[in-house]
Structures are given as structure tokens and as C-alpha cells.
């Protein structure tokens, strides 16, 4: 599976912003999960999305952050709102493939909320 992550840019805090991750390829995946990791920090998961659309997110982001899917252009979406300086970081997303085939990353975008 092959991912592209887009859509990072300098957001003000409180506003909002809309992350992208095409996917591709010729595997299924069963979620796929959108990761950030802020400068000196480890990469931590931000939302999943399985292929049921079942979600999940972490804590920091739940009531701010959405998780979507649009299985007719391949797209899973971060719909970040009421952003925080806290929020930045390289925005990564991840497949978690079945049948215990491991995991694929697409290249990170870089989303900076300024205060």
C-alpha cells in the first residue's frame, strides 16, 4: 500500500485546517491511522480509522479532531478544528495491513500552529 500524506501548512491557533492522505496500491488494508510527531517528541497516533469506519483518537485530540473516509477517491481526511499550539508536528499516515503483513507509512506533512 502506498500513501501520500498533504495539506500542511503555518494554521493560526483556534483555527482549522484539513489533512489528506491518498491511498493506493494493490493490498487491503484493515485501518489507517494518522500519526504526528513534534520536534524531540516520539511519534504518537492521533486517530484511526479501520475499514468498518470505526474510529478512534487520542485523547489530546478527541472533540477537535475527525477521522473520515472516502472510499470512492481513496482518501482518508484529518479534519483538525480549535488547533493548538501543542498540535504541531509532521502529520504521517500509516496502513495497517492484514494477515500479518506489518504496516506501511507515507512521507510526512508538517502542520505549525502558531499562537
Known amino acids: 500500500v502506498q500513501l501520500q500524506a498533504s495539506g500542511g501548512d503555518l494554521v493560526r491557533a483556534g483555527g482549522f485546517w484539513k489533512l489528506s492522505c491518498v491511498v493506493s496500491?494493490?493490498?487491503?488494508?484493515?485501518?489507517i491511522g494518522w500519526y504526528r510527531q513534534a520536534p524531540g517528541k516520539q511519534r504518537e497516533l492521533v486517530a484511526v480509522?479501520?475499514?468498518?469506519?470505526?474510529?478512534n483518537y487520542a485523547d489530546s485530540v478527541k472533540g477537535r479532531f475527525t477521522i473520515s473516509r472516502d472510499k470512492t477517491k481513496n482518501t482518508v481526511y484529518l479534519q483538525m478544528n480549535s488547533l493548538k499550539p501543542e498540535d504541531t508536528g509532521v502529520y504521517y499516515c500509516?496502513?495497517?495491513?492484514?494477515?500479518?503483513?506489518?504496516?506501511?507509512w507515507g512521507q510526512g506533512t508538517q502542520v505549525t500552529v502558531s499562537s
Open positions: 500509516k496502513a495497517k495491513l492484514p494477515r500479518g503483513r506489518g504496516e506501511d
Open positions: 496500491g494493490s493490498f487491503s488494508y484493515n485501518s
Open positions: 480509522i479501520s475499514v468498518g469506519d470505526s474510529t
